[in-house]
Nanobody, 126 residues
């Protein structure tokens, strides 16, 4: 079955960096986009970044993530990464990776993706 296993996260000081990883199995990883989402306490889940399937040549970022976060994929390892720099306290949230199966998700992400990781907590605090 499809599995998305997350790693990374933790406590970091403002201005610091973290890298989240998402390793996938159970489907043809290369064919589909992978997205990162987050949910802060008391807030709705929101998109962070998305990387297209195949060679990952297309990426999308939410406004708050532009210039600070970078999404990448390594198809040989069935892995997607989210490098987060210049972290702010408002980046504190549980971060999830997700994917969807089907042509809709070849190059795009949305909140209706079929499979989700369990989430990893990122806390930005001094």
């Amino acid at each position: 079955q499809v599995q998305l296993v997350q790693s990374g996260g933790g406590l970091v000081q403002p201005g610091g960096s973290l890298r989240l990883s998402c390793t996938a199995s159970g489907f043809t990883f290369n064919d589909f986009a992978i997205g990162w989402f987050r949910q802060a306490p008391g807030k709705e889940r929101e998109g962070v970044a998305c990387i297209s399937g195949s060679d990952g040549s297309t990426t999308f970022y939410s406004e708050f993530a532009k210039d600070r976060f970078a999404i990448s994929r390594d198809n040989a390892k069935n892995a997607v990464y989210l490098q987060m720099n210049s972290l702010k306290p408002e980046d504190t949230a549980v971060y999830y990776c997700a994917t969807g199966i089907g042509s809709r998700y070849a190059n795009a992400c949305d909140d209706g993706m079929d499979y989700w990781g369990k989430g990893t907590l990122v806390t930005v605090s001094s």
